[in-house]
T-cell receptor, first 113, second 113 residues
Framework: GAVVSQHPSRVICKSGTSVKIECRSL??????MFWYRQFPKKSLMLMAT?????????EQGVEKDKFLINHASLTLSTLTVTSAHPEDSSFYIC?????????FGPGTRLTVT | DAKTTQPPSMDCAEGRAANLPCNHS???????VYWYRQIHSQGPQYIIH???NNETNEMASLIITEDRKSSTLILPHATLRDTAVYYC??????????????FGKGITLSVRP
């Protein structure tokens, strides 16, 4: 299957700071990328959907000003958690689709202290 | 609202077949059945999908009942590395923003030595 990478795999930051997570499709052009969040022992929850060159569409209850998503190219999308707080600590996972199936990245573990 | 229901957990012996059930009694005629799995602390991995015919690939087989209200994922020879949470998902479109995946709680498969 296609390869999707995420960077960093783990990040620890202090409360109030911002953190950027990158999602890259390595061997295909991703016209659509999705961002999910997963709390311990819970299922994945979709946060937002982004199409290259367009503004992201956020799911109900997800603050767009707090979780900034940029999908500036067909191989890269970024999620920036602004003014992070301990409750933002979670496992963030992206997926990418080139018009066919969705392929998931390995996830980023964010810990806010 | 959950569109699929799965038992919370099951186990099987290594080397034996693992049969994972899924109910999707409200599935629409144009909805596919997808299976993903998530090994601990990793991103989900695509396994297989089907519309109404049974499907087989190198990972698994998917058996869909004639009325399409339920399906079974079969791992023919389970190994310890198949221990994971398996998600059964139904969705309509294949491409673009409409292809978002809604994850339920999944079924935790434990393969014992």
């Amino acid at each position: 299957g296609a390869v999707v990478s995420q960077h960093p795999s783990r990040v620890i930051c202090k409360s109030g700071t911002s953190v950027k997570i990158e999602c890259r499709s390595l061997d295909f052009q991703a016209t659509t990328m999705f961002w999910y969040r997963q709390f311990p022992k819970k299922s994945l929850m979709l946060m937002a959907t982004s199409n290259e060159g367009s503004k992201a569409t956020y799911e109900q209850g997800v603050e767009k000003d707090k979780f900034l998503i940029n999908h500036a190219s067909l191989t890269l999308s970024t999620l920036t958690v602004t003014s992070a707080h301990p409750e933002d600590s979670s496992f963030y996972i992206c997926s990418a689709s080139g018009g066919g199936e969705q392929y998931f990245g390995p996830g980023t573990r964010l810990t806010v202290t | 609202d959950a569109k699929t229901t799965q038992p919370p957990s099951m186990d099987c012996a290594e080397g034996r077949a693992a049969n994972l059930p899924c109910n999707h009694s409200t599935i629409s005629g144009n909805e596919y059945v997808y299976w993903y799995r998530q090994i601990h602390s990793q991103g989900p991995q695509y396994i297989i999908h089907g519309l109404k015919n049974n499907e087989t690939n190198e990972m698994a087989s998917l058996i869909i009942t004639e009325d399409r209200k339920s399906s079974t994922l079969i791992l023919p020879h389970a190994t310890l590395r198949d221990t994971a949470v398996y998600y059964c998902i139904v969705r309509v479109a294949v491409s673009g923003a409409n292809s978002k995946l809604t994850f339920g709680k999944g079924i935790t498969l434990s393969v014992r030595p």
